[in-house]
């Protein structure tokens, strides 16, 4: 959708001609009916989550700054991604003028770049802080959020070519459409590419390198306290030693969130970049069938998920929401502070292994 539109009225005039052949009406009401679905579902569950963290800002740990801001993310894309593409669908043409139209393919690909780009530092973060966890401990705490400031620059950023591809142009007699104009022959194909590896396979790749290395510590942790439980069998469990069984819970918490988040978003965005770059390199792909149309739109599924990731993994889904935006609610404290908690504890216990040695 990003740069194409579902229905293909966004590819570039070096395509097809938009009055060659008529849409498929049929299509076009599934189109309608998906994207209605997607953005009702999107826009309630962030919006929920997103007003429940905002009434706790100033109890939210590091995790949860994260999540707030991957809401923000994905309420970019519900608005300025799925609505603008729903009333497209609608029309059949883009209705407004041209600065409406640079601003939707912009605010587009901004949503794309955030919610991927927001994953990724928040997968960084639980790296830093089960990786390098006396670093973390010593970071003081800063006004501004670092790794959130510099996944919304990126996004911001990157995006700024879509206001130079795109405009409102005529596209036959009396006919506006929002379309892109590219170098022929090569220009669709690089900037397919180009878009797919910076919001799609070199993120991926960067997660990927994290979890691994985040499961590996966690390995060894584990290794490190069966040793110390069969030496600690016979004797009363300490203060300390509950702490560092209550760290590996937090730990093995908090990456499963980020590896279900990860998975989720691989498993919605792949067939999306896909199908688009099979598109570009192949002139024999079946780009007006309905499994590439339905493709390039289960991609958006990506906002609904992300919510309920975070509640089901908060428990009591869907409950947890509810209460969430209650304001009396003095038990929904208990984790507020899982990420110092288990920051610090790890520096405890990494300290006395150091000490014992």
Known sequence: MAWFSANNSNISLESRQPGDRPRDESLAQVEIALLATIFITAGILNFGLLLALWKRRKQLSRMRVFVFHLCVADLVVTFFQVCPQLVWDITDRFVGPDIVCRAVKY????????????????????????????????????????????????????????????SRVEIAPGVYDCWADFVKPWGLKAYVTWTTLVIFVLPIITVIVCQVRICRTLQINFHMKTHQVAEAVSK?????????????????????????????????????????????????????????????????????????????FSGKLPKRLVALMCIDQPDLKESIQEDATMVSSLYISLKSLSDSR
């Open 236 to 312: 009363p469990l300490s203060s300390r030693a509950s702490s560092v069984a209550g760290v590996s819970k937090a730990r093995v918490k908090t990456v499963k969130m980020t590896v279900v988040i990860v998975l989720v978003y691989i498993i919605c965005w792949a067939p999306f970049f896909t199908v688009q770059l099979w598109s570009v390199w192949d002139a024999e792909a079946p780009t007006e069938t309905a499994t590439f149309t339905i493709l390039m739109l289960l991609a958006s599924l990506n906002s609904c998920a992300n919510p309920c990731i975070y509640l089901l």
């Open 107 to 166: 605010l587009q690909v901004v949503g794309m770049f955030a919610s991927t780009y927001m994953i990724v530092v928040m997968t960084i973060d639980r790296y830093q802080a089960i990786c390098n966890p006396m670093v973390t401990f010593q970071r003081r705490r800063a006004r501004w959020n670092g790794p959130v400031c510099a996944a919304w620059s990126v996004s911001l950023l990157g995006s700024v070519p879509q206001v130079f591809i795109f």
